[in-house]
Nanobody, 126 residues
Framework: QVQLAESGGGSVQAGESLRLSCAAS????????MAWFRQVPGEEREGVAV???????NYADSVQGRFTISKDNAKNTLYLQMNSLKPEDTAMYYC????????????????????WGQGTQVTVSS
């Protein structure tokens, strides 16, 4: 089993920054994909950024250039640095993990991810 715990959400003004954290514990394989998703009530959960255990990253077009996903392997913690926040970034943000037995691309297909955190709310006001 894997446990994921997000933190760092809050309420900010447009243009400000936040850093989300996701502490991971449990049985994490040497090959994995970790991701940040977000969801607004009534809408589907969308992928924001992904990071493969090998270090490669990918971002949704809507956050490219503003958000950065990173991981501190010593702390087993995934981060999402969010700069130049916009009101449309308001959502519940979730951390997710996919354990792999072999290398495969890291995508934002929700069905690929077995492990999820409880989420942390981000609210951006104009």
């Amino acid at each position: 089993q894997v446990q994921l715990a997000e933190s760092g959400g809050g309420s900010v003004q447009a243009g400000e920054s936040l850093r989300l954290s996701c502490a991971a514990s449990g049985r994490i394989s040497s090959i994995y994909c970790m991701a940040w998703f977000r969801q607004v009530p009534g809408e589907e959960r969308e992928g924001v950024a992904v990071r493969h255990s090998g270090g490669s990253t990918n971002y949704a077009d809507s956050v490219q250039g503003r958000f950065t996903i990173s991981k501190d392997n010593a702390k087993n913690t995934l981060y999402l640095q969010m700069n130049s926040l916009k009101p449309e970034d308001t959502a519940m943000y979730y951390c997710a993990l996919r354990n792999d037995d072999w290398w495969r691309p890291c995508t934002t297909n929700r069905a690929d991810f077995r492990y999820w955190g409880q989420g942390t709310q981000v609210t951006v006001s104009s």
